[in-house]
């Protein structure tokens, strides 16, 4: 056997000397040289190898092993040791080695595996994969630190070598040696120079070494290198990622994971976007439960997405590079950057999925952020990530969100951005989005619903055809649903995305059309949205849209021909939505040339068809056809220069005929005919012209209407009805027609402006009691159809520049406030009138036949408001329940009236009947412009008329004040922190406002902001008025100088403006991003009233201190506390973006000084009422909560302007606080507890590491609540009314349960150092919970309901109380001061409740017991309930 295997060896060394003949001849001459000199070393290198069982291959040829690996290292260690020449041998091996790495795939052999061979004859098994040469040689204790020193040397050959696609990158395969070796002599040194290595390496090098250095180290080292690394991290960000990765997979203890994770966290603001991924994968990775919310708090404030939407802007402007090389390499860039963010989001979704902490801490930390600008991107789609993938955190992420949106932080202009930029990332949580967005149209808050409603326009935006669809199913499923907020939300939505992206909606039609079948459900001002859609999918592309076309045309039909006035209502609404689609102006391009005339021919035969059916079923009933007009008016208005008015010549033809010949006349001095009243023309003002003057034939048409309905009968079917109900629309639709056709000019029917009215005499002063109910309703019916002509001839010529029509608009505008005077005084002598209508799109009309019907139930509802002079009954009443607790609250119309009221001004008392005067335009408002017109100006034309001035006189300013508050109120959503929840009857909502309604709330806005400079100029006027009315009067305006009408006149125009300046600043609009530059505007115009021409490059906050202090000095002059709540309420609007300190100050300073006013009213009676209280509650409470010290200013009043109204006379108030009195006590108090409970809640509850001078600042703040509670507690005993025990009993509870949960602990761990303050603080606490216990005893004696309901929860608390105060003694080892008496039931005045003595008695040993309490040492007072409830509070003693 021995001979046999030399004789193998020796064959195998043949073998061997054949295979390296090729090698030999690519060496040098000189290295052949060195080869011959040094054969005895290169011999026992490969001597060694063979007889061990590795064959050494050249070229691509990898080595073969023979043996099993730990085999063939025994042989080789063992053949080294037994060499003869041991130790030298081993110098000769590596010498050997060193000179066959040489040649680089002679190497390249070396660092690759091994490949397993089996001889012939061999019984030996080789496992399959195989160890390298080189790794097996570092397995071998001898050859170890000499192999590791050769290979450490060999790396700077390859610092500058280019490693191609596929090229052998040499550093890597040598440092993956070192890897997972099962001894290493010495790691220390190793490592100590890889890391020397790294220093002086090419970037490419130092990330090998850096990734394996995990399995290359010790456990002992990992600290070591996890620190140099750490080190290397902060010093540049090339090596950011192979650091993190390293770390990631070494085993840290966590004050070096903090530190660590501390520099990861520093670098994440800078890194490159590529690396940021790896970044936050480790910071995650490494988190732990106690610090997550704190880690992630941090991260998220370092992340920002901004960086990454960088590219896109570049992709935005490649259009611009000329450069096609550019171009696509900004597409790559853009690529390159979402897919970087994409990942980012894939490691955040994998530490939120599998890692608790995460997901809770990430909501945490949202949760926590207040400031509204500290909010982005990220927290959005984070918390889109979480509702997606997380369904245990659905329901928090849900809140969190409807939190933030509520507050404003989560703004629409944030959820864009984030589907504009990362439409790739959000498009996973597609599902989650579809299921808030759903949610979200199910709120009351109107910023949630129009945040869900945002989400559902950008999803269908940015996303594929699938998530388009189901967003368009989602919104017909909201559709169909019948409720009123989903419904309105989801047309608008609808509309917005067939007005932005008709193509793409066009796809989905056939789902959209279904809405038709659910059309029951919807009102007019739906239908109309409805059809609009349904027209523009169908006439927008010819071929496409025709099933549309045909669907349409059936179910208007069918409505049309209905005898149901409802669904004739909804048919005339469809019909003229779809005449406005066919009437469009096409473009030149719809169609070629041939197909022109055919397109044309048959838009026309639609449009006339149309026309012709509408016509038909409108001529019998004045109020459709009045529905009729009014429908195509503001078709014209609203396509004002976009409709082919020649597809409409025919109509218009016979408008401008019909209106004439049905009511207009010529002026005659006598009218024939006997009418219930003789006929008068009054309001001409066109008197010089006596030829050919015409006259409005309202009288005779009045008194056909209303007394001719009987007796006609049905014998007037066969031609056309004439009714004054549709004088007015037939005017607007004349009119608009008129300036369309024109180009706005109205000269061919400017006669109608001026000309006079058939009326009556209208001196009805005295004679209205003399005329019967039948002539009563009569003229006032007269009276309604004249206002509404004078109405909408206002709004038709108020642009008019002309001096003489603006003179003449003038003059109208004093005929309605003259008429509006004479119509009050009608209607308050005629109860149960029922007045025409003059809207007609409601849903009312149904009824309007039938003057039996609903409007008349309604209508007796608003009677009764009327004559009990309240306000509108169409607003909420959920005021008049306030009990003047409504802190922040619009008080809507009330805030306009309540001085109205009071003076019987007759725009209160038609506040009532708005729904029955036409709507005024927005364009009126432009009158305000004119302020005083002079005579001058009317000389020109007017002559001897001219000697009347005719100006804007209070009256008229008032009419228009009043009817734009009323406006504004409707349409410009207060910010999010007023709720505003929407009406629960949405139905009728918009009646009256059919034409506000076209517009926009930013149009609005638009408008109000124009207005700004004429309505400061009034406002400035009213200051000076009143102003001089106190210095006329030497401050008492109640003097017989003043001229009480006028004064309150005036105080009615100060109080709309200041509520249109609210209504205009509160707009939740101006948080949104792209209303920037309008708010901007707004305020420019207040600040330039104080810098003029200064403003134009002030900053926007800047801007909003010029314009604080400007309203500011409106503080002077207000006439009203009405006046002066809205002020407040308008400079929190304009402080709000945001609150600085000063404004803090000065608001603060604002309120005291309101509540520190006397508030008289010119006839010399105080202000008071429900309205007031409600002011008033809000203004203390502004006070309050704005000023420095809270507790300070409750203990003010509590303790100076409560004794001034105790020692004051019965009708008497607060010296200090003249809004201090018996009637407003209630108010006060109710504030002051409630403030009181708020503000405690914000000292921090005692811990045991604070300090000394921390608990005693602590103890002195609850020292000052408790000692200001006590004073309010123990103010029932001189004001006992219901109200005040009913607070009293409820924030003394709540109190109490604060103290237990903050100042407890603080107690506990207090106690020792400060003894005597916390014996102080119990005892003054205890006389308050025992007044308490007093009130408990009270409320059962006077078994009132609303006030025992109160006693429970509040006895629990006083007993948990007690044991809380014992287990902080026996907390600090001094339960001997803790002990127990009895106490009574007494009365609030302190006396014994003797009904109960015998009860007493019976249970005074179970109820001590049960209901343990303490008192002070050495106080004679019992201290227990015996109803088990203890009632006052412990006050230790001295131990």
Not at 820 to 829: E, I, R, W
Not at 984 to 996: M, N, P, Q, W
Request: net charge negative.
């Amino acid at each position: 056997m021995v001979s046999k295997r030399k004789l193998s060896k020796t064959d195998g060394e043949s073998c061997k000397t054949d295979l390296l003949k090729p090698k030999k001849s690519r060496i040098s001459d000189k290295e052949k040289a060195s080869a011959h000199g040094g054969v005895e070393n290169e011999g026992v290198f490969e001597e060694l190898l063979r007889a061990s069982g590795i064959v050494l291959k050249a070229g691509e040829g990898q080595n073969e092993i023979a043996v099993d690996q730990m085999a063939f290292q025994k042989k080789l260690c063992l053949a080294l040791e037994k060499h003869p020449t041991y130790p030298g041998v081993v110098k000769q091996f590596i010498n050997g080695l060193e000179s066959h790495i040489k040649d680089r795939n002679q190497f390249k052999n070396c660092l690759l595996p091994c490949t397993p061979i089996r001889t012939e004859g061999s019984r030996t098994l080789v496992h399959s994969y195989c160890e390298s040469l080189i790794k097996l040689l570092l397995g071998i204790k001898s050859l170890q630190s000499a192999i590791i020193t050769l290979l450490l040397e060999k790396i700077p050959e390859f610092f500058f070598d280019t490693v191609g696609t596929f090229g052998t990158n040499f550093p890597r395969l040598i440092v993956n040696q070192f890897k997972w070796l099962d001894k290493l002599l010495d790691s220390q040194d190793l490592v100590k120079k890889l890391m020397q290595m790294v220093t002086v390496s090419p970037v490419p090098i130092q990330h090998d070494i850096i990734t394996s250095l995990p399995e290359i180290l010790e456990d002992s080292q990992q600290s070591e290198v996890a620190r140099e690394l750490s080190c290397l991290l902060k010093q540049g960000r090339r090596l950011t990622v192979p650091i993190l990765d390293a770390l990631s997979r070494l085993d840290l203890d966590a004050g070096l994971l903090a530190e660590v994770r501390e520099s990861a966290m520093t670098i994440v603001p800078s890194v490159k976007l590529e690396d940021l991924p790896v970044v936050v994968k480790f910071i995650l990775h490494n988190v732990k439960s106690a610090d997550a919310v704190e880690v992630i708090s941090d991260l998220r404030k370092s992340l920002d997405l901004s960086s990454c939407v960088l590219p896109l802007q570049i992709l935005g402007s490649q259009k611009k590079l000329k450069s096609q090389v550019q171009a696509s390499s900004s597409m790559s860039q853009v690529t390159t950057s979402q897919n970087c963010v994409k990942l980012l989001f894939d490691v955040i979704k994998l530490a939120v999925r599998f890692q608790k902490d995460v997901s809770e801490a990430w909501i945490k930390a949202i949760e926590n952020s207040t400031s509204v600008s500290d909010h982005k991107v990220l927290d959005l789609i984070v918390l889109l990530l979480i509702h997606s993938t997380n369904t245990k955190n659905r329901k928090q992420t849900e809140k969190v969100l409807r939190s933030k949106i509520r507050l404003g932080c989560m703004p629409e202009q944030l959820m864009q951005n984030a589907f504009q930029n990362h439409s790739m990332v959000i498009k996973d949580f597609f599902p989650s989005i579809l299921a808030l967005a759903q949610t979200f149209l199910h709120s009351a808050h109107p910023a949630i619903v129009s945040f869900g409603s945002c989400m559902y326009k950008q999803a269908f935006a940015a996303f594929d055809s699938y998530c388009q669809q189901e967003v368009v199913t989602a919104l017909v499923t909201h559709v169909c649903s019948g409720n009123e907020t989903e419904l309105d939300i989801s047309l608008d939505v609808l509309t917005d995305l067939v007005m932005l992206h008709t193509s793409l909606l066009m796809r989905y039609a056939t789902f959209v059309k279904t809405i038709l079948d659910s059309t029951q459900k919807l009102n007019p001002c739906q239908i109309r949205k409805l059809f609009y859609i349904l027209s523009t999918l169908a006439f927008s592309q010819r071929q496409e849209g025709s099933y549309i076309q045909d669907d349409m045309h059936m179910v208007i039909r069918k409505w049309l021909s209905s005898t149901v006035p409802n669904h004739k209502q909804m048919g005339i609404i469809g019909a003229v939505t779809m005449i406005g689609s066919v009437a469009l102006k096409r473009n030149e391009g719809d169609g070629g040339s041939l197909e022109r005339p055919e397109l044309n021919s048959e838009r026309d035969g639609q449009l006339s068809t149309l026309l012709d059916l509408v016509g038909f079923c409108c001529e019998q009933t004045p109020e459709v056809l009045a529905l009729y007009y009014d429908e195509l008016a503001s078709l014209i208005e609203k396509q004002k220069g976009n409709l082919d008015l020649q597809l409409l010549d025919e109509f218009g033809k016979s408008l401008v005929e019909d209106f004439p010949s049905d009511f207009v006349v010529d002026l005659n001095p006598t009218v024939d005919g006997s009418f219930l009243f003789p006929v008068k023309s009054l309001y001409n003002l066109d008197e010089d012209e006596s030829q050919g003057a015409i006259a409005i034939n309202l009288l005779p048409l009045v008194s056909q209407s209303e007394l001719g309905r009987v007796t006609d009968g049905p014998s007037s079917q066969s031609k056309r009805v004439v009714s004054p109900i549709c004088l007015s629309p037939c005017f607007r639709l004349l009119r608009l027609y008129t300036g369309e056709q024109n180009s706005g000019s109205l000269e061919e029917i400017d006669a109608l402006l001026g000309c006079p009215l058939y009326l009556t005499d209208l001196e009805v002063e005295g004679k209205l009691d003399s005329l019967s109910k039948q002539e009563r309703e009569f003229l006032c019916s007269l009276l309604f159809y004249a206002l509404n002509w004078f109405r909408e001839v206002v709004n038709a010529f108020c642009q008019q520049q002309d001096a003489e029509m603006k003179g003449k608009v003038l003059t109208r505008l004093q005929n309605i406030t003259e008429l509006q005077t004479v119509l009050g005084k009608c209607l308050a002598a005629t109860p149960g009138y029922v007045p025409p209508p003059a809207t007609f799109d409601s849903e009312a009309l149904e009824a309007v036949p039938s003057i039996n019907g609903p409007v008349r139930k309604r209508n007796g509802r608003k009677k009764k408001t009327d004559g009990s002079k309240a306000g509108s009954a169409d607003r909420s009443q959920a005021d008049d329940s306030s009990e003047g607790n409504q802190p922040d609250t619009e008080l809507s119309e009330l805030d306009r009236t309540a001085s109205e009221r009071d003076a019987g001004n007759p725009l209160a008392q038609l506040q009532s009947y708005r729904l029955y005067f036409r709507e005024l335009d927005l364009e009126v408002f432009t009158v305000l412009h004119c302020g005083l017109l002079t005579k001058s100006v009317l000389d020109t034309e007017m002559h001897t008329e001219a000697r009347e001035v005719v100006q804007l006189g209070p009256a008229e300013l008032c009419f228009l004040l009043d009817d734009l508050c009323w406006k504004l109120e409707h349409v410009l959503t207060p910010g999010s922190t007023r709720r505003v929840p929407f009406p629960k009857e949405r139905g009728y909502k918009d009646i009256g406002f059919s034409h506000l309604c076209q517009r926009s709330p930013k149009e609005v806005a638009m408008c109000v902001v124009k207005l700004l400079k004429p309505l400061c100029n009034h406002m400035e006027n009213m200051h000076n008025y009143f102003q001089a009315a106190v210095t006329q009067n030497q401050g008492v305006e109640d003097e017989p100088r003043v001229n009480i009408q006028e004064h309150q006149l005036m105080s009615s125009c100060y109080q709309q403006l200041l509520v249109t300046f609210r209504s205009l600043f509160a707009w939740n609009g101006f948080s949104q991003h792209e209303n920037t530059d309008l708010l901007r505007s707004a305020l420019q115009v207040l600040a330039d009233r104080l810098k003029p021409g200064e403003t134009e490059f002030l900053l926007l906050e800047e801007l909003i201190s010029e314009s604080f202090h400007y309203l500011l000095n409106f503080q002077q002059s207000v006439p009203s506390f009405h006046c002066a709540f809205i002020l407040t309420q308008l400079l929190i609007a304009i402080a709000e973006k945001p609150m600085a300190g000063w404004k803090k100050e000065k608001m603060a300073s604002l309120a005291k000084q309101f509540l520190c006013q006397s508030w008289i009213k010119p006839g010399g009676d105080r202000e008071k009422g429900s309205q007031f209280n409600s002011a008033l509650h809000t203004l203390l409470c502004v006070y309050l909560e704005h000023t420095d010290n809270m507790l300070k200013a409750i203990e003010e009043i509590s303790s100076v302007g409560v004794p001034e109204l105790v020692n004051s006379a019965k009708d008497g108030c607060s010296s200090t606080y003249p809004t201090l009195s018996r009637q407003t006590f209630p108010v006060f108090f109710r504030v002051m507890m409630a403030q009181l409970e708020s503000s405690v809640k914000s000292i921090p509850a005692g811990k045991p590491s604070d300090s000394s001078e921390v608990q005693l600042e602590k103890l002195l703040r609850w020292n000052i609540a408790v000692r200001n509670f006590h004073i309010l507690v123990n103010l029932v005993k001189v004001f006992d009314s219901r109200p005040v025990l009913s607070i009293c009993l409820k924030y003394g509870r709540l109190f109490v349960e604060v103290f237990l949960k903050l100042a407890m602990p603080l107690l506990d761990y207090s106690f020792k150092r400060h003894r005597d303050d916390v014996q102080s603080l119990l005892k003054t606490l205890q006389l308050s919970t025992r007044q308490l216990h007093h009130m408990c005893g009270h409320s059962k004696i006077r078994q009132d309901i609303g006030l025992t309901n109160h006693v429970p929860l509040l006895k629990k608390s006083l007993e948990q109380f007690v044991y809380r105060v014992k287990a902080m003694l026996a907390f600090n080892h001094c339960q001997e001061a803790f002990w127990v008496g009895i106490l009574k039931n007494r009365d609030l005045q302190g006396e014994e409740i003797l009904s109960q003595a015998s009860e007493e008695r019976d249970s005074e040993e179970e109820d001590s017991t049960d209901s343990p309490a303490e008192e002070p040492s050495g106080s004679g007072t019992d201290a227990s309930d015996e109803d088990g409830a203890a009632g006052p509070g412990p006050s230790p003693r001295e131990p």
